[in-house]
């Protein structure tokens, strides 16, 4: 298996619920156990942007995302956000790879001032601090001074910046396709195979003129 095992995946309150709930689909898929963190913003996001409506417990929620995604048992774990108890929270038991997606400003702010405010917030201060792999995917237009500054504050700790910015090479025709093109890009920096984008150059075929 290429790729993280355990993945923790977070959806905070910026627009792009779609993203999450995609790449949480593609992780189950290629078999990833998931650590699953959900911010109370996100839910109200992804009720506005889309028909899901997720129950309000971690356990009710777990089932609901489980049967959604046709995951094993267990596949998917979901944490309250003051669950301090969680493998997120410790060095010692978080996953080695953790997205925030979509990633609200407020969210990006809180990782590049250290807060720990709640399990969202603690879980990505652990990657900073044990060295693992984060991916932030931000979604806002436009970006202020102080935006860009906690990006970049981020970027230069080994934290990767992947803002929600659809390209359009592939010709994308539905929406999905927008989607998929920034899930894809997620999981190829997390080398987990995925056949929704090819690389660049993949297909390219040389002339002879």
């Not at 913003?41 to 899901?52: G, I, K, P, R, S």
């Not at 998917?76 to 108890?85: G, L, N, P, S, T």
């Not at 990657?127 to 932030?136: C, G, P, S, V």
Request: glycine share 6%; charged share 20%; net charge negative.
């Amino acid at each position: 298996m290429s790729g993280p095992e355990r993945i923790t995946l977070a959806m905070t309150g910026a627009s792009g619920a779609q993203y999450g709930l995609r790449l949480l689909d593609c992780l189950i898929q290629e078999d990833r156990e998931v650590h699953f963190l959900i911010s109370k913003a996100a839910q109200l996001v992804m009720a506005t942007e889309t028909d899901v409506v997720l129950p309000a417990k971690p356990q009710a929620m777990q089932a609901f995302l489980s049967e959604y995604t046709g995951a094993a048992s267990g596949q998917i774990r979901v944490f309250a956000k003051e669950d301090w108890m969680a493998p997120p929270a410790s060095g010692s038991g978080a996953p080695t790879a953790m997205v925030v997606v979509p990633c609200s400003t407020g969210t990006l702010s809180a990782i590049a001032t250290g807060a720990c405010n709640n399990l969202i917030e603690r879980a990505a201060d652990v990657a900073l601090k044990e060295r693992r792999q984060l991916i932030l995917v931000p979604r806002e237009a436009p970006y202020s001074s102080v935006h860009l500054e906690h990006m970049l504050k981020l970027s230069n700790l080994g934290v990767t910046i992947l803002p929600a910015s659809p390209g359009f090479y592939h010709q994308p025709q539905t929406i999905d396709d927008l989607v998929d093109f920034i899930v894809a890009r997620i999981l190829n920096l997390l080398n987990i195979p995925q056949d929704m984008l090819p690389r660049w150059g993949e297909h390219h075929i040389v002339s002879d003129d």
